[in-house]
């Protein structure tokens, strides 16, 4: 085969490929349905800025109010009933973003994560992680208002200046926690590589974050791992992107590919996205706009 036909028939192939990953992730996304769950139930919550899919209790969600909230989250279930409110004792809410639920120092124990990230104007030098042991929610029992003692924190600033943040992922092999600015025209990417110097003392040490790399997009406003750490979500207010792990890739080595877009549906301000426990589809929910109550929605997605 001379060197022009091996060029022509290099070409064609990599239509094919193309083609056929175009059709494949077509096929997939086609699949995509979102299912209106139902209002949230709980008046109180009217600035839902994160939401994650909890481990230790089946079909429970939290959440949290954003900046000027009280130092508590929310629990509800798969169709936005009430299942109760946890104050994070010795926390405080200056500015929470996000949440996630991962691993943490015990094995085999569910953990959340409330990230203390936001800073509109970026004055912020040192920004805050708390984490709970997952408490577990009687199906049976009524809502009521639970305080959590013992909450563990983790004080850390960024390598190159002062950021705006509103996503926090915690991934769910290594455990290391990564977050994501805002409000640059390229994303920067951040990891605290575990194991995190978190402390019950109230005395904390200030690690600084490590620089991973810069995303070609912006305004990010939440992320999430899925349970099995192999497909990664960041949506801003209008698009939602996901990554694919194909290995026990590098997350920089991740992001180097460019995303799908998956299907998501614009809502009042809407800034909250997680995997639901089984990673056979995403939540997200709305905050309250113009007496508009909050709603919860599900996709389902059936990754490769």
């Known amino acids: 085969m001379n060197l022009q036909k091996s060029a022509a028939w290099l070409v064609v192939l990599t239509i094919q490929i193309f083609s056929f990953i175009t059709t494949a992730f077509a096929q997939n996304t086609s699949k995509v349905v979102r299912k209106d769950c139902g209002l949230v139930e709980f008046d109180a919550i009217i600035e839902a800025s994160g939401i ?5 209790t089946p079909g429970i969600l939290w959440t949290f109010n954003d900046s000027g909230g009280r130092n508590r989250i929310f629990a509800m279930d798969g169709s936005g009933r009430h299942r109760g409110i946890f104050i994070l004792a010795g926390a405080t809410n200056r ?59 983790f004080a850390f600033q960024y ?13 769910p ?50 992320g999430d791992f899925s349970p099995d750490g192999k497909g990664i979500l960041l949506k801003t207010e209008g698009e939602l992107y996901y990554w694919e792990n194909e290995g026990n890739e590098p997350l920089k080595v991740v992001f180097q590919r460019t995303p799908l877009r998956l299907p998501y549906i614009r809502e009042p301000l809407g800034e ?33």
Not at 52 to 56: D, E, I, L, N, T
């Open 52 to 56: 994650a899919a909890g481990r230790k």
């Open 159 to 171: 390598p190159d200046g002062n950021r705006d943040a509103e996503t926090l992922l915690v991934d």
């Open 173 to 222: 092999t290594t455990q290391d926690i990564y977050i994501v600015s805002k409000r640059e025209e390229n994303v920067h990417v951040y990891r605290a590589a575990w194991p995190q110097p978190f402390s019950r003392n109230g005395f904390h040490s200030v690690s600084l974050l490590e620089f991973i790399c810069e995303l070609p997009m912006n305004w990010i406003n939440a």
């Open 95 to 153: 500015d929470w973003e996000d949440i996630a639920v991962g691993p943490g120092p015990e094995p085999g124990v569910s953990y959340i994560y409330v990230g203390d990230i936001g800073d509109n104007s970026s004055r912020k030098y040192t920004k805050y992680i708390y984490r709970i042991a997952e408490p577990a929610i009687d199906p049976a029992a009524s809502a009521g208002v639970t305080t959590i003692t013992g909450v563990e924190t």
């Open 272 to 304: 909250a996205v997680c995997w639901a426990a089984d990673g056979h589809g995403y939540y997200t929910v709305s905050e309250e706009e113009n007496q508009i109550p909050a709603r919860l929605y599900y996709y389902s997605f059936r990754r490769k």
